[in-house]
């Protein structure tokens, strides 16, 4: 019985050969281009407006807080008056890597009230993100806000009408908007240089723990050392879990899971170069693969949206993703999908492919013409290739083009250019609030279909649910 069931393995893996060397001789076997790829370097002049010093203050020193504070940094004129976080040793750090005459507190409200801040980096869990924003606005400080905008999608409303009263410059910080690459992009969607868009696919996928946001823990945790009454202050209370405390991404009540820190990402640069207001339906499924250490946010999770057919741009449809335990060993990517080509990102680099059909319909190959009799194979060959020339029946591929970013780019530090030259010179932000709440608003709306299980409608010129 085991000889028989081999034997009907080979014949089948023999059938499976066979089928593939057919399918490789049809016209579907590759409709990708063949020349070499054509790279180029994008080229950009960042310029720096004048010196006018810009005295900022952090609140909430923690990763994000340090990579922020360091970028904002080699802007030049941009200067440190202030840290706030409710981790007391992270003030201590600060001190270590600033000077004891640096000013902290683990009182975001003391560190508002100083006269000398013109402006607040805000890089707290999400769950703090509306509140704190609104009383810097009502301070009168202008404000870089971590994506997303809020944690939940009532809460970006007043933020939005207090950011547009104030008359304060209001950046959120997704800084792929800034990149060049997005730009570029934007410049050949706008172009119709892969035809008209039908579908967007965007990943953000990772594999290790600490993309998983597992992020080591101190050995001084504690509910005194964290401030954990103030952290719980706008949630329910509580008891003590360190955990919640430095991994807050990965439960609900503090964080807003894989939607709000990548999808978010993907949405603000997919938003950027389509010029889109928005989907107008929203789906979310997701699933805990691997990092099941007491999160109550899923660690793989995809989302389906469909973007109606606007002034801007026909309509398409976003896949997203975001796996935490991939074996692609991590990616970021949005594909860009036309009907004449792709433009794929990748990070701030580029790739444009193209594949025109041919003007001709299809005939043979993978087709039902080899099932007729013989003669009348022969006669329809003919009566076609009399209707159709050569050069109609061929595609029309040409080879792809690469845009790389030039060597050393960060779009991180363009992001933050244009924050403080919006303070300085008045110049419009790239990530405005109203922009910003149409990202974060349907990466929201994707945590609620995932609990809910349900399709989520969304208006996206009232930018409201359905």
């Not at 960060?410 to 990202?439: C, M, P, Q, W, Y």
């Amino acid at each position: 019985m085991k000889n028989n069931d081999q034997n009907k393995r080979r014949k089948f893996l023999r059938q499976i050969g066979a089928t593939t060397l057919a399918s490789a001789a049809t016209p579907f076997a590759s409709f990708a281009a063949q020349e070499k790829a054509e790279e180029r370097i994008l080229r950009y002049n960042r310029t720096f407006s004048n010196n006018d010093t810009v005295r900022i203050g952090v609140i909430g020193y923690g990763v994000q807080g340090h990579f922020d504070l360091r970028t904002a940094l080699q802007v030049p004129g941009v200067e440190l008056a202030g840290i706030c976080d409710i981790y007391k040793s992270r003030l201590t750090r600060a001190q270590e890597e600033f000077g004891k005459d640096l000013f902290v507190t683990r009182s975001y409200k003391e560190l508002l009230a100083k006269d000398d801040i013109d402006a607040v980096l805000i890089c707290t869990t999400d769950v703090w993100h509306s509140q704190i924003t609104l009383d810097a606005l009502a301070k009168g400080k202008h404000i870089y806000l971590e994506k997303p905008m809020m944690h939940k999608i009532e809460e970006g409303y007043p933020m939005m009408k207090a950011a547009e009263k104030s008359g304060k410059v209001f950046q959120v910080g997704s800084q792929r908007v800034s990149s060049v690459g997005y730009a570029k992009a934007k410049e050949l969607l706008a172009a119709g240089e892969i035809g008209d868009l039908n579908m967007v696919q965007a990943a953000w996928d990772r594999q290790s723990s600490i993309g998983a946001w597992e992020y080591t823990i101190p050995d001084d945790a504690s509910p005194e050392t964290t401030d954990w009454d103030t952290f719980t202050e706008v949630t329910d209370k509580m008891e003590f879990d360190a955990k919640k405390f430095f991994w807050w991404r990965a439960y609900k009540e503090f964080g807003t899971g894989v939607a709000g820190d990548l999808y978010i990402h993907l949405l603000s640069g997919t938003h950027f170069i389509t010029n889109s207001k928005g989907p107008e339906s929203i789906y979310s499924t997701g699933q805990f693969s691997y990092w099941n250490d007491g999160r109550n946010m899923p660690d793989v999770m995809s989302g389906v949206m469909q973007y109606p057919k606007s002034e801007e741009h026909p309509a398409f449809q976003l896949n997203l993703r975001v796996n935490f335990i991939s074996g692609t060993g991590g990616q970021e990517v949005i594909q860009l999908i036309g009907s004449e080509g792709t433009i794929t990102i990748d990070r701030n680099d580029i790739i444009v492919s193209y594949s025109k059909m041919p003007e001709a319909p299809g005939f043979g190959g993978y087709d039902s013409v080899f099932t007729f009799p013989e003669a009348m194979q022969e006669r329809m060959k003919t009566e076609y290739n009399a209707k159709w020339t050569e050069a109609q029946q061929k595609r029309h591929p040409k080879g792809d083009v690469i845009h790389k970013a030039p060597e050393g780019y960060s779009d991180h530090l363009d992001h933050f250019t244009n924050f403080f030259d919006a303070i300085r010179d008045g110049k419009e932000v790239v990530e405005d609030a109203e922009f910003g709440f149409r990202a974060a608003a349907p990466a929201l709306a994707c945590n609620t279909s995932y609990f809910d299980k349900k399709i989520i409608q969304w208006d996206p010129t009232k930018m409201k649910l359905v």
